[in-house]
């Protein structure tokens, strides 16, 4: 018998999806991304809400990824928001949809129980200015995935050369991450993570994450959480919440 939870999901035609296809492969909720990709031919879809909040005022968006992998080896991630409603500055809010940003994948299948990825980025400026950059990035960002026993590590190392940096800063920013989740039950699983990124010249960021996510199927799951910054130049909390699903079975 389902839940209550789960019958109420599959009142919407999107979210009831059969059972007897491959399962979902989660990226969110947390910052670290996993060396494995989705099974071949299914493309998944990551949607949620973000509320962030900071010195310059309240963040919010609708943030999604679209994913597909070709094999077990490689895949594709398009990744973007798709409404953000932000501070202009001026002391009114910035509104439209944010910068999108490609991402070829390959993953390295070392065994069962881990793997090791590599993730080719481009992020293209289609976010206004007020919104956005305003300028492409492009990243390079490396993945140890590792389970040890019932708890599953995604350790994440990476680098961004930025369009748009301020003078007398550096133009690559690194990025470090390491994520750990297990199981709570047949259904409820936890995440916590920390994550931070660094440039020379401009202030480090870091923060802290913990999530619960709930998995109706092996073809959905539903997650919460919040994230806090560990100092000023990070966002003082974050609250989120979303949901992985496969959209199609294209081969």
């Not at 944010?98 to 090791?116: H, M, Y």
Request: hydrophobic fraction near 40%; include cysteine.
């Amino acid at each position: 018998m389902k839940t209550t939870l789960a019958a109420a999901l599959c009142l919407l035609p999107l979210f009831c999806q059969a059972e007897d296809g491959p399962p979902i492969t989660p990226y969110r909720p947390s910052v670290s991304s996993p060396a494995q990709l989705p099974a071949a031919g299914q493309l998944e879809l990551e949607l949620g809400g973000l509320s962030s909040k900071s010195d310059d005022g309240r963040r919010n968006s609708l943030p999604y990824a679209l994913k597909l992998g070709f094999n077990e080896q490689w895949g594709v991630v398009l990744v973007g928001e798709g409404f953000v409603s932000a501070p202009d500055g001026n002391g009114g809010r910035a509104r439209g949809i944010g910068d999108t940003q490609l991402v070829l994948k390959r993953a390295f299948i070392l065994s069962e129980a881990s793997a090791l990825g590599l993730e080719l980025g481009a992020k293209a400026p289609t976010a206004k200015d007020s919104i956005g950059s305003g300028r492409a990035d492009y990243s390079l960002n490396g993945i140890y995935s590792q389970d040890m026993g019932s708890v599953h590590m995604d350790a994440n190392l990476n680098a961004t050369r930025l369009g748009a940096y301020d003078a007398g800063t550096g133009r690559v920013q690194t990025g470090l991450s390491a994520s750990f989740s297990t199981p709570v039950n047949e259904r409820w699983g936890v995440t916590g993570e920390w994550s931070g990124t660094r440039r020379s010249g401009a202030a480090s960021t870091a923060q802290v994450l913990v999530a619960m996510s709930y998995s109706p199927s092996k073809r959905l799951t539903v997650d919460f959480g919040a994230a806090h910054g560990m100092n000023r130049a990070s966002p003082d909390w974050a609250f989120f919440s979303g949901v992985v699903l496969p959209l199609a079975q294209l081969w």
